[in-house]
């Protein structure tokens, strides 16, 4: 029999690419994909019971509470989620390989192009909360902490990615501003999910950057997509973030992946290289199953 491995967030973005794509990248694993729906894992007596019938092998700790403005709203559940319910999962995966996605928004993004060394500093609540998950999920050495950025991808409900959001407000009829002063280094999901998997069947423990190679202002991230949706024509605006009046957002958030590049049997692809390949394939733009074989 095949070990297992649990995806808590099954029904997110990520969650939904490490499922999809466990043929390809973990077929020695059995893999047990929990969502929402199957189980709240703010419900500790829920979780042991499932954590009983499962005996899992690993965990891939992909739930969040990830949107800014919830956290913002509501930091006490922000933390539950985010801190507490890591901080359990990971007590009770204290024997075996723990990966938990965290966040470059831990940094305040004053640098840009940070490594693993560099000093976090958040400046909004979902940063605070990431940052102090990561402090409990490193305090075992068998565990492991990826800290990832921007995510594209096609989500099953079509709400989960930027790409996606940035699409569904152009369809009706909004107009997006994208500030030309807020850097990022966006990422396919399908490239996470490899990432980590090879991360995980390596038994690589500690803390790594994931990102893509390319730092854009989210401007840029919007003219590299304007050739694959056409929706958006029409619809951007460039702003800057000094205009910003939602919740804090830290102007660059470009990561240093040098330390987990070096264990990878794939280059990182910045998103506009990764654009470029893709208009020369067919079928879906973010299906990773195609590339970099």
Not at 17 to 25: D, L, Q, S
Not at 104 to 121: H, I, L, N
Not at 135 to 145: C, E, I, M, W
Not at 193 to 205: F, H, K, P, V, Y
Request: aromatic share 8%; with cysteine; net charge neutral.
């Amino acid at each position: 029999m095949k070990p297992i491995a649990i995806i808590t967030g099954a029904a997110g973005l990520i969650g939904q690419y490490f499922i999809k794509n466990a043929a390809r990248w973990a077929s020695d694993w059995e893999v047990h994909g929990l969502s929402r729906a199957d189980l709240d894992l703010t419900d500790q007596r829920a979780v042991d019971q499932v954590w009983r019938s499962l005996k899992p092998s690993a965990v891939i700790h992909c739930a969040a509470l990830s949107r800014t403005k919830d956290c913002e709203r509501d930091p006490q559940q922000a933390r539950r989620i985010n801190v507490e319910t890591t901080a359990y999962l990971a007590r009770c995966a204290k024997e075996i390989p723990f990966v938990f996605l965290s966040s470059g928004e831990v940094f305040d993004g004053q640098a840009g192009w940070y490594r693993e060394t560099d000093r976090a500093s958040p400046i909004n609540v979902y940063g605070q909360t990431k940052l102090e998950a990561e402090h409990r999920v490193l305090q075992n050495p068998k565990h492991t902490v990826v800290r990832i950025v921007l995510t594209a991808g096609t989500s099953l409900n079509g709400d989960r990615s930027f790409v996606e959001d940035m699409s569904r407000a152009a369809r009706s009829g909004k107009a997006l501003t994208l500030y030309g002063d807020e850097f990022r280094c966006p990422l396919p999901a399908g490239v996470i999910a490899r990432a980590i998997w090879e991360l995980m069947n390596q038994e690589a423990t500690g803390l790594y950057h994931l990102g893509g190679r390319d730092r854009l202002s989210r401007w840029g991230i919007g003219e590299a997509l304007l050739p694959w949706y056409s929706e958006l024509q029409g619809h951007l605006i460039e702003g800057s973030s000094a205009n910003h009046a939602g919740a804090p957002r830290p102007p660059d958030l470009s990561l240093n992946c040098d330390k987990l590049q070096a264990l990878l049997s794939f280059p990182i692809p910045g998103f506009r290289g990764w654009l470029q390949d893709q208009m020369q394939r067919e079928g879906d733009l973010w299906d990773y199953e195609s590339t970099l074989a």
